[in-house]
């Protein structure tokens, strides 16, 4: 649920931009990465699943291992 006090906002990215709303969530935990306060956009635009970025990923770091896929 969007709060009514959530702030107006417009993303910018690869599909161009976008209006939104921006609000931060009391937690949120994928994998082992679990994150406290963190601020989410809701956009206009539907694209079917979420889009999480670099306010989730930002100080997290990962390898990928092709021989183990």
């Excluded at 939104?20 to 956009?41: A, E, H, N, Q, Y």
């Excluded at 635009?45 to 770091?61: R, S, T």
């Amino acid at each position: 649920t969007v709060p009514a006090d959530a702030e107006t906002e417009v993303t910018h990215g690869v599909g161009g931009a976008m209006p939104g709303l921006r609000f931060p969530i009391s937690r949120m935990r994928l994998g082992p990465i679990d994150k406290s306060g963190i601020p989410v956009t809701v956009v206009e635009q539907n694209f079917g699943e979420p889009l999480l970025g670099q306010a989730f990923f930002h100080d997290y770091q990962y390898t990928i291992d092709d021989q183990r896929s």
